[in-house]
């Protein structure tokens, strides 16, 4: 298992050799596909911005109305459920699966310096989706495993699972039987990207997950990095993270991962500190392009109203 440090040290060694390149990269690159860059990962808008502080505004010590289908908010220490709608209920989880990808990967314990290449097989996946990792892309492990997480890149995951020892259908096997030994008995894999609606989990399931996972260095550095750079060709290029809540400052995110196709709708799991406490937060199939961080914003509102209220009553009752 790779722990921060050495991951550092892995992503110090591969941009020493890149650092001669780097000012001719930034002028060499050509316009257009800078414009699509910055297109493609945008900050957030104002509306995102808009809605985000409409639900802190509007909280209360009431539970809030959530627009995801099924949730699970669950306190860590206490294994308290504060909030569940529809917990126990099974549907494609889209790329919350590779967080299962991610851990069985590290545990595999394979070199995270290990450059692995992208290769025909790492394009043609369950659905047609956009990638500039390109047949031939020589990344490291751990770079791969880097942009699965953050940046949600499924040739990525799909590479890393490729070269799992014993190949793809050995770390598919590997992802069911943690699900096993998590106790996910509804949780179902049949591929490491989270294309395929057959890969099925309730958010009871990615509830045991999240606290699994949470509880690994890299994934947690990983997953919540809000930007990371690789080298493909000649240039250094910039992937950002699927999860805008990261960059929040009044968020204290441990570990996260969003998820969507189509069958899914917009998924979200994560761990944050909320009013100290170690909360595991499951949404799935919510519907609209923001509604599953607005729903995340939701919840935490909430608990900071109920602790607010709390505190009052507390201050009252010695006074």
């Not at 956009?130 to 020589?138: I, K, Y």
Request: charge should be neutral; charged fraction near 20%.
């Amino acid at each position: 298992m790779i722990l921060r440090k050495e991951a550092l040290v892995i992503g110090l060694s591969r941009s020493m050799i890149w650092i001669p390149l780097l000012c001719c990269a930034a002028l060499a690159l050509p316009l257009t596909a800078n414009a699509a860059h910055h297109k493609r990962h945008h900050k957030a808008t104002a509306k995102e911005v808009d809605l985000i502080a409409r639900a802190i505004a509007s909280a209360t010590d009431q539970e809030p109305l959530l627009a995801s289908s099924a949730v699970l908010v669950l306190d860590e220490q206490s294994n308290d459920i504060l909030m569940s709608k529809n917990a126990s209920q099974v549907q494609p989880m889209a790329s919350i699966t590779k967080l299962m990808t991610a851990l069985v990967v590290l545990e595999a314990d394979q070199p995270m310096d290990e450059m692995l290449e992208i290769t025909e097989a790492d394009e043609h996946l369950d659905k047609p989706t956009f990638s500039r990792l390109h047949r031939g892309t020589l990344l490291t492990r751990a770079e791969l495993l880097h942009l699965a997480l953050m940046a949600s890149e499924n040739r990525a995951a799909h590479a890393l699972a490729r070269n799992y020892p014993g190949g793809l259908a050995a770390c598919i096997a590997a992802m069911n039987a943690k699900a096993e030994a998590l106790g996910m008995f509804s949780t179902r894999y049949v591929e490491p990207t989270g294309l395929s609606p057959q890969n099925v989990a309730s958010p009871e399931d990615l509830s045991k997950l999240v606290v699994v996972a949470s509880n690994n260095e890299t994934l947690q550095a990983y997953s919540t990095d809000e930007k990371f750079a690789v080298p493909l060709g000649r240039h250094l290029i910039e992937f950002h993270t699927t999860d805008r809540l990261v960059a929040h400052t009044d968020w204290h995110i441990v570990l996260q991962k969003t998820g969507y196709i189509a069958e899914a709708g917009k998924c979200l799991v994560m761990k944050a500190i909320i009013e100290s406490r170690s909360i595991v937060i499951v949404l799935m199939n919510s519907n609209g392009a923001q509604t599953r961080l607005v729903d995340a914003q939701r919840i935490k509102s909430w608990l900071d109203a109920k602790a607010l209220k709390l505190t009052g009553n507390t201050v009252a009752s010695t006074t």
